[in-house]
């Protein structure tokens, strides 16, 4: 890819196996499972458990999509390069754009972390504590990939000790009677369990994401695949595990809409609440959070470089190599529903609907991988015969659709938000695609001189 140089410098391969994985499940294991559990009870109940299992077959096809074309093709900005290349410049520039806007998901992660802390100091402030935490992980981001993949692993290791206490002490006092009573897993129909379950694959999709570094990775077709898929499993069992001492230790009317505080009050001495407090809620939203930091700039980069985006726009750090004009512009998207006071339900359903539209566009264009890019298909550590992975691919493209109706759904003028923003991008995608021909051109004659 020409250009490299000057636009992605921090390219040196310097993520190792455990950096991947933990990336991968920090991402996933997160502010969904520690915070939206409680909305979740609140729309279906005690079928919350079974609502999770459900969100991990949804996010399932995808993943492993997401999986097979990370191994094929593994780039840095990876998503936005299989979209380009085999659907187009401006088909690439709109999935940009909805990459862009799920990261209002920032201000999610970072109110969670808020939350969990009024367990162990009442009063607090949330609005500015939340804002807090979103600048201490930019912050760590700002100051190189290194150290934010370092500050991610111990958190990731906390994180995942505190949610196995919570299963192993809150199981025993679970009621299994609640999941027993009549219409107790659809108390509100099958449509609020869909929703409930498009809503918690927020919580379990996500590893993806780690397609985003494969230009990073010291062996990135066998890490990608195996960070998607085994993160997505286990995980996905996890949070189900969560949920089902969420939802049986406790009356429903008083965790219903609530965080985990209670619940862990319930299960755990006082020194394993503090640490469940700590380790869990609070780290999970963290890790959440320093892992988006860590990938979503990296499509913005490739866009910059094809001329969608101003130059000035991707200028990085000559210490870091972090890009940090774009990493600030997400700071911003993340601290402004904070500060104004957004509701957490409002900003979930939107980022997530925005976030599964994104996905959509690389899947869409897996069907192209056995065609265009045939032998790196063939020659991948990770693949799916042709019949198979096109079958794969219209699953997962039902399942996303599927997720995104039931998101902006319960979402007023969800709908037409989406709507607005696609058609000012795609305006926006034909007025500049003249200008990105042009840079492409001259790059193509600038490759020719070099090798004559």
């Known amino acids: 890819m020409s250009g490299k140089k000057n636009t992605q410098p921090e390219s040196k391969q310097l993520l190792g196996f455990w950096d991947v994985l933990g990336i991968g499940i920090g991402q996933m294991v997160g502010a969904g499972v520690m915070v939206l559990i409680g909305i979740c009870i609140e729309i279906t109940g005690a079928g919350t458990p079974l609502a999770f299992l459900a969100a991990v077959a949804m996010v399932l096809c995808p993943a492993l999509v997401f999986a097979a074309m990370g191994s094929a093709v593994p780039q840095t900005g990876?998503?936005?390069?299989?979209?380009?290349?085999?659907?187009?410049?401006?088909?690439?520039?709109?999935?940009?754009?909805?990459?862009?806007?799920?990261?209002?998901?920032?201000?999610?992660?970072?109110?969670?972390?808020?939350?969990?802390?009024?367990?162990?100091?009442?009063?607090?402030?949330?609005?500015?504590?939340?804002?807090?935490?979103?600048?201490?992980?930019?912050?760590?981001?700002?100051?190189?990939?290194?150290?934010?993949?370092?500050?991610?692993?111990?958190?990731?290791?906390?994180?995942?000790?505190?949610?196995?206490?919570?299963?192993?002490?809150?199981?025993?006092?679970?009621?299994?009677?609640?999941?027993?009573?009549?219409?107790?897993?659809?108390?509100?129909?099958?449509?609020?369990?869909?929703?409930?379950?498009?809503?918690?694959?927020?919580?379990?999709?996500?590893?993806?994401?780690?397609?985003?570094?494969?230009?990073?990775?010291?062996?990135?077709?066998?890490?990608?695949?195996f960070a998607i898929v085994f993160s997505t499993l286990i995980i996905g069992l996890l949070c189900a595990a969560v949920?089902?001492?969420?939802?049986?230790?406790?009356?429903?009317?008083?965790?219903?809409?609530?965080?985990?505080?209670?619940?862990?009050?319930?299960?755990?001495?006082?020194?394993?609440?503090?640490?469940?407090?700590?380790?869990?809620?609070?780290?999970?939203?963290?890790?959440?959070?320093?892992?988006?930091?860590?990938?979503?700039?990296k499509g913005l980069l490739v866009a910059t470089e094809d001329g969608w985006l101003p130059k000035s726009m991707g200028k990085v750090s000559k210490r870091s190599g972090v890009p940090y004009v774009y990493l600030t512009l997400f700071y911003i998207m993340g601290a402004i529903p904070i500060l104004s006071g957004t509701s957490p339900r409002v900003i979930s359903m939107l980022g997530n609907a925005a976030a599964t539209l994104y996905q959509l566009f690389p899947i869409v264009a897996a069907y192209m991988l056995y065609k265009l890019a045939s032998d790196e298909a063939k020659n991948a550590s990770f693949k799916f015969p042709p019949t198979v992975f096109n079958i794969l691919i219209t699953l997962a493209i039902f399942m996303q659709l599927t997720i995104i109706f039931f998101n902006i759904e319960d979402v007023l003028n969800g709908r037409n938000i989406l709507v607005i923003y696609t058609l000012i991008v795609t305006a926006y995608a034909f007025i500049r695609e003249k200008r990105v021909k042009e840079i492409a051109q001259e790059k193509s004659e600038m490759q020719t001189d070099h090798i004559t």
């Open 243 to 297: 949920s089902f001492v969420a939802t049986g230790v406790l009356p429903l009317d008083v965790v219903a809409g609530k965080s985990l505080v209670q619940v862990a009050e319930a299960v755990f001495p006082k020194w394993l609440y503090v640490f469940f407090l700590i380790g869990g809620g609070m780290f999970a939203s963290a890790s959440t959070l320093n892992a988006t930091f860590s990938w979503c700039t």
């Open 78 to 225: 990876g998503m936005y390069t299989y979209v380009r290349r085999f659907l187009g410049r401006k088909a690439s520039l709109v999935y940009l754009s909805y990459n862009v806007a799920s990261q209002l998901l920032l201000a999610l992660f970072a109110t969670g972390f808020a939350e969990y802390a009024t367990g162990l100091f009442p009063g607090i402030n949330t609005k500015w504590l939340a804002f807090s935490i979103l600048t201490v992980c930019y912050l760590a981001n700002l100051f190189g990939l290194q150290i934010a993949t370092k500050f991610q692993n111990i958190m990731v290791v906390i994180l995942l000790a505190a949610l196995l206490l919570f299963v192993g002490f809150g199981l025993p006092k679970v009621d299994w009677s609640v999941f027993t009573q009549p219409n107790a897993i659809m108390p509100n129909g099958g449509k609020a369990f869909l929703t409930a379950a498009s809503l918690l694959t927020f919580a379990t999709a996500g590893a993806e994401t780690v397609a985003e570094l494969g230009g990073e990775m010291k062996n990135p077709g066998k890490y990608i695949p």
